[in-house]
Nanobody
Framework: QVQLVESGGGLVQPGGSLRLSCAAS????????MGWYRQGPGRQRELVAQ???????NVADSVKGRFGISRDNAKNTVYLQMNSLKPEDTAVYYC?????????????WGQGTQVTVSS
């Protein structure tokens, strides 16, 4: 069983920065990938960024150059550094983890954290 705890959301002005954190806890698992999805009003959930166990990353074109994803393996934590935020970045951001539990890959979701970019 894996539990995810997200933090770091809030209200920021356009051009501002914010850092999201997601910590995975539990036992008997190993993480294959950690990342972030988001869902804005009237939009479908989309991948923002993902970091894979080997260190490679996938980042959405809409946030390339502005957002960066990183991890701390010792803490089972993934971070999303968001810079130059735009109103269109407003969404609920969900942490997503792919973890191996007894050889089976399972998907876990965080509770979501609201990011609002507005002047």
């Amino acid at each position: 069983q894996v539990q995810l705890v997200e933090s770091g959301g809030g209200l920021v002005q356009p051009g501002g920065s914010l850092r999201l954190s997601c910590a995975a806890s539990g036992s008997g698992f190993s993480i294959n990938a950690m990342g972030w999805y988001r869902q804005g009003p009237g939009r479908q959930r989309e991948l923002v960024a993902q970091i894979i166990s080997g260190g490679s990353t996938n980042v959405a074109d809409s946030v390339k150059g502005r957002f960066g994803i990183s991890r701390d393996n010792a803490k089972n934590t993934v971070y999303l550094q968001m810079n130059s935020l735009k109103p269109e970045d407003t969404a609920v951001y969900y942490c997503n983890v792919l973890a191996s539990v007894r050889g089976i890959i399972r998907v876990y979701w965080g509770q979501g954290t609201q990011v609002t970019v507005s002047s």
